[in-house]
């Protein structure tokens, strides 16, 4: 095989891509947090909804990672 | 009555599981398990009127109508039993047929034990579904990854049976798999090695997920029913903790859902327990989390979309369920853009449950990783010197992992909350209002 093929390029590629969208969702994951614990230091009262929320918006932030996470499975097969 | 539910239930699971092995296996061996499942059937239907006719408590208890049911629908049926044995179908499937209804009945009395008449029918829907669906996914087949990983990490693992519980796996010379710690399977697979296998390690083998899944389902209904046994005033230890986590799951998701929403808490709630429990299985030695396998959690996340769209059917009315589709227009523009909204909305119900399980999956195959990963690099640490065990350099990342079994299941229940939430109608609190508030003024 030479040198540019399929395989190589997965194989750079793939770490990469898990990479890039942690870099995302952490941002994502960050700004959440950030947001929440604000809100909670602003109205402990209300702790228990802000938490429930945010919760769900971390879920679904740190879904994107996991996504990239999948593809890197099903696709490093191919690596051979 | 205990009986005739569980006849009920069982001719219900037979229609399900004879269509499926209709579609996915062959027509003869549906054949031989419909006609299995149906003759115990009537067996157990045979026996329970006998024993009505002949119990002590009926004012309609008839000696002489049982003697001549046993006298001529006995033959009969024992007759047809034997023909059946003789007919030449799949004995294997014939007498899983059978051995249906004693199942549904063990599932239903275990079902029973559990701790609250309010979680007992959820419970039971959750525990009937897993058995149901889980086995469904896994005859699907599909090339998924964590198979293939078990696969090579088994192969991996045949070299150094004899160390300790540590092993090192994945190493560079094998084909891309993920290193996975070993678990009771792979262990009884590498005695065998070299030799060949025993069928039924195939098969268990195979049914892998599906065996550990069951596992964790046991572990529960064990834990709970014990704990529910001793309903002391006082409660001892067990109870109390237990009653501790079922009070706090139930409150926590009780306000989630709103008032509105309490017939769904116990789902969801055995939902949570199940996942969690299925999500620690990965840390324990000798056990594997059955939810690093994307049959599992795809086949949870079907049941939430199965349930989730009844819901919304059997609360809002198919019209109204339509009419949530569309977003709820209401005016002439609302309606031009429910043309757009509706196919969004159907794509966007579709890809719930597929989000939903690619997020557990994913979650618990990296975690499961991360501990191999680690366990890995221990072993090698002190491979030098030749010691049986690794450094326990996993230790920090069990302690990560157990927090992230738990958010991870607290997430799929709490997601599936949402969406049960989102399905229900929108101006239930309005009526409340309007509804408690007249009431209140009465009763003060």
């Known amino acids: ?80 | 009555m205990v009986l005739v539910g569980s006849l009920r239930a069982t001719l219900v699971v037979t229609v399900v599981l004879g269509l499926a092995l209709a579609a996915f296996v062959d027509s003869g061996k549906a054949l031989a398990f419909v006609a299995g499942s149906a003759w115990s059937l009537l067996n157990f239907a045979l026996w329970g009127t006998l024993v009505r006719q002949l119990s002590w408590r009926g004012h309609d208890g008839n000696p002489l109508r049982a003697a001549l049911l046993a006298l001529v629908k006995g033959p009969l049926l024992y007759g047809a039993g034997f023909a059946l044995l003789k007919a030449g179908l799949s004995p294997a499937f014939l007498v899983a047929g059978f051995a249906l209804v004693f199942l549904v009945v063990t599932l239903r009395a275990l079902g029973q034990w559990l701790i609250h008449p309010d979680w007992r029918r959820g419970a039971t829907v959750v525990v009937l579904a897993l058995v149901l669906l889980t086995p469904q996914a896994a005859l699907a087949k599909e090339p998924v990854p964590p198979k293939t990983t078990t696969h090579e990490a088994a192969e991996g693992h045949a070299e150094d049976v004899h160390a300790d519980d540590a092993e090192h796996k994945g190493g560079g010379h094998e084909k891309s798999g993920a290193p996975e710690l070993p678990n009771i399977v792979t262990y009884l697979e590498a005695m065998y090695e070299g030799k060949p296998m025993p069928a039924w390690l195939h098969v268990v083998k195979e049914w892998e997920n599906v065996l550990f899944a069951m596992l964790a389902a046991v572990i529960l209904i064990a834990l709970f029913g014990s704990a529910a046994k001793a309903k002391a005033l006082v409660p001892g230890p067990a109870q109390n903790a237990a009653e501790a986590l079922l009070g706090g799951i139930h409150d926590f998701f009780l306000g989630v859902l709103g008032p509105s929403g309490k017939p769904y808490v116990p789902f969801v709630g055995s939902l949570m327990l199940y996942i969690v429990t299925m999500n620690w299985m990965g840390m324990v030695p000798f056990l594997k989390s059955p939810s690093t396998s994307l049959n599992t959690t795809f086949a949870l996340a079907v049941c939430v979309f199965v349930y989730v769209q009844y819901i919304g059917i059997t609360r809002n009315g198919l019209a109204g369920y339509l009419y949530h589709f569309a977003g709820q227009p209401k005016d002439a523009i609302g309606w031009g853009s429910a043309i757009l909204l509706f196919p969004l909305e159907v794509m966007g119900e579709f890809i719930k449950p597929i989000s939903l399980s690619c997020r557990l999956f994913g979650n618990i195959l990296g975690e499961d990783i991360l501990l191999a990963v680690f366990v890995g690099l221990g072993v090698t640490t002190l491979s030098f010197v030749h010691s049986p065990i690794g450094l326990p350099l996993q230790l920090p990342f069990l302690v990560l992992s157990g927090l992230f079994g738990l958010v991870q299941g607290l997430v799929f229940a709490l997601l599936t909350t949402v969406y049960i939430v989102m399905m229900l109608p929108h101006d239930d609190h309005h009526d409340e209002a309007h509804a408690s508030a007249p009431h209140a003024a009465a009763h003060h």
């Not at chain 1, 194989?11 to 969702?25: D, R, T, V």
């Not at chain 1, 009262?45 to 994107?64: C, R, V």
């Open chain 1, 1 to 80: 095989m030479g040198f540019p093929n399929f395989a190589t390029a997965l194989a750079y590629s793939l770490p990469l891509g898990i990479g890039l969208a942690a870099i995302g969702s952490g941002i994502g994951l960050g700004l959440t947090g950030k947001g929440g614990l604000e809100a909670m230091g602003r109205q402990p009262e209300a702790a228990a909804k802000i938490q429930t929320a945010m919760i769900l918006g971390l879920a679904f932030s740190e879904a994107l990672t996991i996504y990239a996470f999948v593809t890197m499975f099903i696709l490093s097969g191919k690596i051979s």
